[in-house]
């Protein structure tokens, strides 16, 4: 298992490639790229991750940082607590929805956001080079901690709803949790919202009752307790809460896209504006947009949260999101955020009255294909050559990859971030459609060696 290493931080097996002196040079690495100044430390509840946070803290205060360790917390709380303390930075030790053999150490900017690119690569050149700025004992300052992370987030993402009337609606939900890190914030704001909440998988042990990834086949359990308990909804986190997948009354998985669909159905008519959604985001958005008309349109960006929110300034979005149920509302914070995405749906249920399943049959359906297989950097950018020109009278956009788009559909076509891969993702409104457009984009590049 190789090491990781991207604009979406670090991420390897424990005790093989993610070892605590890598954890410690790159927390020196990064208190040298920050040059001091307070940094947030959150965790998600892999227990490896006590391990990797005393590494980290021991780099950042060998380079003069002043530590605030939150414990157990997820993303968005993590990110949110940087703002609040007006911190240099923070970090994440996460490895999202990996199996727990990985651990991770995600790196925040004073915004509490992925860095750019460029500055990414500032921070992994300091580590390559040791060029680490080390303060001598006087200079070494005391790590403090913090346990109001997880009741600052829950009140923050209250503010989207009417919490009074949605409390009145008495919903009952299923809550699953995955043992990660976001149980608590869950919960807490479910039942701060009135819900009877059915909370299963909800101690953060990191020992996840289910393979992470909050896909359909991973949340039979979640489905099965939707119906059993007669749930108006089951909500399902990911490891470090900032993805919510979502289950309908009937305990039919409705699947990430819809996560964003729904925050965009409620927010296009109660706040009109802009959306930001990167290119491999299902077009339902689109369609919500145009049917909103006036101000409500969406822009697209390269793949990555920190690119949604950059989109999201450059253009004044009232929100944004990726398709792997990751909302992201400016009002709590600009980073993903499962509390906020549930908070939304439960506002948006109590408005209209209506069930799940009839909100997500008011959005017009399609079916998305995503697939992937290896291949060179070098191939890939001969690929990517390939398909602009093959469908050059065609709607493209290649920000991130190359996407084409159709009336009838559209494929993304990109390398990606982290492993010699190329990937596949095509929409259309039946799976014969889809299913054509992925083998015409592998035809073209089964023709290049």
């Known amino acids: 298992m190789r090491l990781m290493m991207s604009v979406s931080g670090v991420r390897g097996v424990i005790g093989e490639t993610l070892t605590p002196v890598l954890a410690t040079e790159l927390g020196c690495a990064f208190g040298t790229y920050l040059d001091g100044g307070t940094v947030v430390i959150g965790r998600d509840s892999r227990p490896s991750g006590p391990m990797l946070e005393a590494a980290v803290v021991a780099g950042l205060l060998a380079a003069g940082c002043r530590p605030v360790l939150l414990g157990?917390?997820?993303?968005?709380?993590?990110?949110?607590?940087?703002?609040?303390?007006?911190?240099?930075g923070g970090i994440v030790i996460t490895a999202s929805h990996n199996p727990i053999i990985w651990n991770g150490i995600?790196?925040?900017?004073?915004?509490?956001?992925?860095?750019?690119?460029?500055k990414a690569e500032q921070l992994f050149a300091i580590h390559r080079e040791r060029g680490f700025r080390l303060v001598d004992a006087e200079g070494v300052p005391a790590p403090q901690s913090d346990a109001t992370a997880a009741d600052q987030h829950v009140e923050a993402s209250l503010s989207l709803a009417d919490v009074k009337t949605v409390a009145a609606r008495r919903f009952r939900v299923v809550l699953d949790s995955v043992n990660g890190a976001g149980g608590e914030e869950g919960r807490a704001l479910l039942e701060r919202l009135g819900c009877q909440v059915v909370h299963i998988n909800g101690e953060p042990t990191g020992r996840f009752a289910h393979t992470p990834e909050p896909l359909a086949e991973n949340l039979t359990q979640l489905c099965d307790a939707v119906r059993r308990e007669k749930a108006?909804?089951?909500?399902?986190?990911?490891?470090d809460a900032d993805r919510l997948a979502i289950v309908d009354q009937t305990g039919r998985y409705i699947g990430e896209e819809y996560t964003l669909a729904l925050m965009a159905k409620l927010l296009f008519a109660s706040r009109p504006g802009p959306a930001a959604a990167n290119l491999s985001t299902s077009r339902m958005i689109d369609d919500l947009?145009?049917?909103?008309?006036?101000?409500?349109?969406?822009?697209?960006s390269a793949v990555g949260e920190a690119n949604v929110v950059a989109t999201m300034k450059a253009n004044g979005c009232v929100f944004g999101g990726e398709g792997n149920g990751g909302v992201i509302d400016p009002r709590v914070g600009v980073v993903r955020d499962s509390l906020v995405a549930m908070a939304i749906v439960l506002q948006l249920m109590t408005e209209t009255g209506k069930t799940l399943s009839a909100l997500v049959s008011e959005i017009p359906a399609y079916t998305m294909i995503k697939t992937k297989f290896e291949c060179s950097k070098e191939r890939i950018a001969k690929v990517l050559v390939a398909v602009r020109e093959r469908f050059a009278r065609e709607r493209v956009n290649d920000i991130d990859g190359t996407r084409v788009d159709w009336p009838d559909g559209w494929v993304h076509v990109r390398g990606s971030n982290t492993e010699p891969m190329i990937r596949i993702i095509a929409e259309a409104p039946t799976q014969a459609r889809a299913e054509a457009l992925v083998a015409e984009v592998r035809k073209i590049a089964d023709g290049i060696a």
Not at 77 to 84: E, G, P
């Open 72 to 88: 157990i917390a997820s993303t968005p709380a993590t990110a949110m607590m940087v703002r609040r303390h007006k911190a240099a």
């Open 232 to 239: 108006v909804a089951g909500f399902a986190q990911d490891p």
């Open 106 to 118: 995600k790196f925040l900017t004073d915004e509490g956001l992925a860095p750019p690119p460029q």
């Open 289 to 300: 947009a145009a049917q909103a008309g006036g101000p409500c349109k969406v822009f697209r």
